[in-house]
């Protein structure tokens, strides 16, 4: 028998010694160190810096506006006319409803200021020979004809 103990000591170191041949062989599981990938970074050329570019400046031209003509100035006095004889009604305002006193054709009124429009006509601000002063149609006016200067007379 004591072949037989000496034979199972030896089957025993030879298993041990295959179980740790085994294990030593075997790879053993290990964490491994984590391996990011990322890119490399590149040089990313700047853009050169702009380059001034000269605007020559925008003349805006400015509007000539046309030269007005001045409204011939309204005549000093008027007479009333164009009436058919029936002669013409002074008016407190640039009304034909706004009536105050008729005054015959060919009587002198003065005029005091520019024609004015109302109700589609223009309107001329006159003062009658009695003071009273208001308002006539335009066309039913004339004015009064200046004397032309008398015209020199050779030798004279």
Same mark, same amino acid.
């Given at each position: 028998?004591?072949?037989?103990?000496?034979?199972?000591?030896?089957?025993? %170191?030879?298993?041990?010694?295959?179980?740790?041949? /085994? @294990?030593?062989? *075997?790879?053993?599981?290990? +964490?491994? &160190? =984590?391996? $990011?990938?990322?890119?490399?970074?590149?040089?990313?050329?700047?853009?050169?810096?702009?380059?001034?570019?000269? %605007?020559?400046?925008?003349?805006?031209?400015?509007? /000539? @506006?046309?030269? *007005?003509?001045?409204?011939? +100035?309204? &005549? =000093?006095? $008027?007479?009333?006319?164009?009436?058919?004889?029936?002669?013409?009604?002074?008016?407190?305002?640039?009304?034909?409803?706004?009536?105050?006193?008729?005054?015959?054709?060919?009587?002198?009124?003065?005029?005091?200021?520019? +024609?004015?429009?109302?109700?589609?006509?223009?309107?001329?601000?006159?003062?009658?020979?009695?003071?009273?002063?208001?308002?006539?149609?335009?066309?039913?006016?004339?004015?009064?004809?200046?004397?032309?200067?008398?015209?020199?007379?050779?030798?004279?």
């Amino acid at each position: 028998m004591p072949r037989l103990a000496w034979l199972a000591g030896l089957a025993l %170191v030879a298993i041990g010694a295959a179980c740790s041949f /085994v @294990s030593s062989s *075997a790879p053993t599981p290990t +964490a491994l &160190p =984590a391996v $990011v990938v990322t890119e490399a970074p590149t040089a990313t050329r700047a853009a050169p810096p702009p380059t001034p570019t000269r %605007v020559p400046p925008t003349l805006t031209p400015t509007p /000539v @506006s046309p030269t *007005a003509t001045p409204a011939p +100035a309204p &005549p =000093a006095a $008027v007479i009333v006319a164009h009436t058919d004889g029936e002669g013409v009604y002074l008016r407190a305002s640039k009304q034909m409803a706004d009536k105050l006193r008729a005054y015959p054709e060919g009587t002198l009124l003065t005029v005091r200021g520019p +024609a004015e429009e109302g109700e589609g006509r223009q309107w001329l601000p006159v003062r009658a020979p009695d003071g009273q002063e208001g308002w006539v149609p335009l066309e039913y006016t004339e004015p009064v004809s200046q004397p032309s200067p008398a015209a020199p007379t050779p030798g004279g």
